[in-house]
């Protein structure tokens, strides 16, 4: 069964269409990438396999429950970082990770080596409040405050937006462990030195789905159509099939 089912989903807001048949499966334990720019649909799908919206049409599920009917399992089961700032600026390192365990019946000393790796390197701040954080500290304590009660699959919407480049670097060290202990993550980004991490990506783009594949199998597919550097990176290679399917659909 795969981790995460999405079967013909649509949604607009107005006469906008911001997601048009969408249609893919994440497997379990994989690092799943949903790539695209600003507009592109990435938030809309995170939001309906979250249970936060619905859509117009279609089918999801989330470790086989279904997103309308079981919301509330999903909600138990997953983790989730949201694009923006979401946790509580005005408590402490320590008191937001106390409290996002207790709203699912857990404790830090229950969960703690899932995110000792990650929050140890906050820890000596635990006392700060989080909206005084750099952020880089606020992206760990995030990710440990979806992590704590121990989810299956984890959901991060552009978690490293913003962030400087040495703890981008950390953060996807850290998703990679996270994924050696078989949790299925699917991740967005702009970024496509990051997409290159993925084991898979799905290139998005007005709502539609341009292609899925791994990186690897993406830059092979259209090496004829792109003339990047002969040293350029696997990131830098992506983002040529990226423009060039980008004016494919054009």
Not at 33 to 60: C, H, M, R, V, Y
Request: charged share 20%; hydrophobic share 40%.
């Amino acid at each position: 069964m795969a981790a995460i089912s999405i079967n013909n989903i649509n949604i607009s807001y107005g006469k906008v269409r911001a997601l048009e048949n969408i249609s893919f499966e994440v497997q379990q334990g994989e690092l799943f990438g949903l790539i695209g720019p600003d507009g592109a649909g990435k938030t809309s799908l995170f939001n309906i396999l979250t249970t936060l919206l619905l859509a117009d049409s279609g089918e999801a599920t989330v470790d086989g429950w279904d997103v309308i009917r079981d919301y509330k399992e999903i909600r138990m089961h997953i983790g989730y970082m949201p694009g923006r700032f979401s946790l509580y600026p005005d408590l402490s390192v320590e008191e937001n990770l106390n409290f996002f365990a207790t709203v699912f019946n857990t404790t830090i000393e229950e969960n703690y080596s899932l995110v000792e790796d990650i929050y140890k390197q906050i820890e000596p701040f635990k006392k700060r409040r989080a909206g005084k954080l750099s952020g880089g500290m606020k992206q760990k304590l995030a990710l440990s405050c979806a992590l704590i009660h121990k989810p299956t699959v984890l959901f991060l919407d552009e978690p490293t937006t913003g962030v400087d480049p040495v703890s981008r670097k950390e953060f996807w060290d850290i998703l990679k462990k996270l994924k050696q202990q078989g949790i299925t993550i699917f991740v967005s980004t702009p970024y496509m030195d990051e997409a290159s991490l993925c084991d898979r990506i799905a290139l998005i783009q007005q709502g539609k789905i341009m292609s899925i594949a791994t990186p690897t199998q993406i830059i092979a597919q259209h090496a004829a159509h792109i003339k990047p550097k002969d040293d350029a990176t696997a990131g830098q290679r992506l983002e040529e099939c990226f423009i060039y399917l980008m004016q494919q659909q054009g």
